[in-house]
């Protein structure tokens, strides 16, 4: 009885490592870096560090890849605006086609003011900055469902101090995924 009790977990181990591997063999790489070619790490497999499915598509590995158009998770806005300043645009198209890509990702949006305004004004910017993102992000194909936007208004600064280049650090919307 127990020998075959030993038999079975040992079976039930190997069937276990075995299932774990993603692949058996040498086979063709699946992923591929920014340009197209396939990465191969030293030991002769293959790995993907692009952040971009075979389709192009981007992944969520793509938002902790310093190369991926998602790595920044920051975008800035002039002051009293909350239309995306062209310099971000593609950040946030890029940050939509990630969401569109993986229907099960959720972002929050932070809206963020610098310290001038009154408290009220403030918590309206930062709300209107973190919708204004959501909209270019569901015009990409995101889902509203996917979306949740808030705003801090003055409350929670990246920078301390009043001075312009502080306030400035200070105007931003902010993406957190789950």
Known sequence: MKATLF?????????????GCSTLGGGAADEQSADGAAVTDAGGGEASTSGLDAGGALTMQALENPDSPVYNKVIYFDYDISEIHPDYRDTVLAHGALLAANPRTTVTIEGHCDERGSREYNIGLGERRANAVKSLLLS???????????????????????????????????????
């Open 7 to 19: 038999k079975l977990a040992g079976v039930l181990l190997t069937v276990l490592a075995l299932g």
């Open 140 to 178: 990409q194909g995101a889902a509203e469902s996917q979306i949740i936007t808030i705003s801090y208004g003055e409350e929670r600064p990246a920078v301390l101090g009043s001075s312009e280049s502080g306030w400035a650090q200070n105007r931003r919307a902010v993406f957190v995924y789950y």
